[in-house]
């Protein structure tokens, strides 16, 4: 069965970056786009961007180029996703997710990050 | 981008009522696409491409709509509907997420 494994927990100091991660098992990781989507209380859900891991070519919300860099590993079926010059704006719930024609059919557990000092 | 109105941001219903929450669209879309959220879980596909239910979507759940308005509704409320339901399009780039709305058990 597919699944999408994120880590529970982060926390980092502002200005500081972090390299989430999403183990996917149970379907073939090069032919599926993987994205990332943020959830705030506040925002709601919002779409970072996505990678399509067989080829590494990726594409991002307007609002998140220069804050999010997004990468994958073929041989450990892992994307990846790197947040730069963190600030409380960027604590959130991350979540990634399959995508299957124009909706997101699978989801990680989500990662919850805590920018403080 | 299109910005997605989902009302009313919270509800509440009894066992056995009927629910119907909305989904408004600024802008034309195919499709509308529906994701359960549950409190401390991910969300997840629930009402796909308007109207057709995901593996093990209990029945009494229905998607209509087009252009821009697009419905959720349960025929009959139980207390395992109670969660936030979220709208989502992909019509255009980006995708966007409505602010969903939060059904609560009376």
């Known amino acids: 069965q597919v699944q999408l494994q994120q880590p529970g927990a982060e926390l980092v100091k502002p200005g500081a970056s972090v390299k989430m991660s999403c183990k996917a098992s149970?379907?073939?990781?090069?032919?599926?786009?993987m994205h990332w989507v943020k959830q705030t209380p506040g925002q709601g859900l919002e779409w970072i961007g996505a990678?399509?891991?067989?080829?590494?070519?990726?594409s991002y919300n307007q609002k998140f180029k220069g804050k999010a860099t997004l990468t994958a590993d073929k041989s450990s079926s892992t994307a990846y996703m790197q947040l730069s010059s963190l600030t409380s704006e960027d604590s959130a719930v991350y979540y990634c997710?399959?995508?299957?024609?124009?909706?997101?059919?699978?989801w990680g557990q989500g990662t919850t990050l805590t920018v403080s000092s | 981008q299109i910005v997605l109105t989902q009302s009313p941001a919270i509800m509440s219903a009894s066992p056995g009522e009927k629910v119907t929450m909305t989904c408004s669209a600024s802008?034309?879309?195919?499709?509308m696409h529906w994701y359960q959220q549950k409190s401390g879980t991910s969300p997840k596909r629930w009402i796909y491409?308007?109207?057709k239910l995901a593996s093990g979507v209990p029945a009494r759940f229905s998607g209509s709509g087009s252009g821009t308005s697009y419905s959720l509704t349960i025929s009959s409320m139980e207390a395992e509907d109670a969660a936030t339901y979220y709208c989502?399009?992909?019509?255009?780039?980006?995708?966007?997420f409505g602010a969903g709305t939060k059904l609560e058990l009376k």
């Open positions: 997710a399959r995508h299957y024609r124009y909706y997101f059919d699978y």
């Open positions: 149970g379907y073939t990781f090069t032919s599926y786009n």
């Open positions: 990678i399509y891991p067989g080829n590494g070519d990726t």
């Open positions: 802008s034309s879309v195919s499709y």
């Open positions: 491409d308007t109207s």
């Open positions: 989502q399009q992909w019509s255009s780039n980006p995708p966007t």
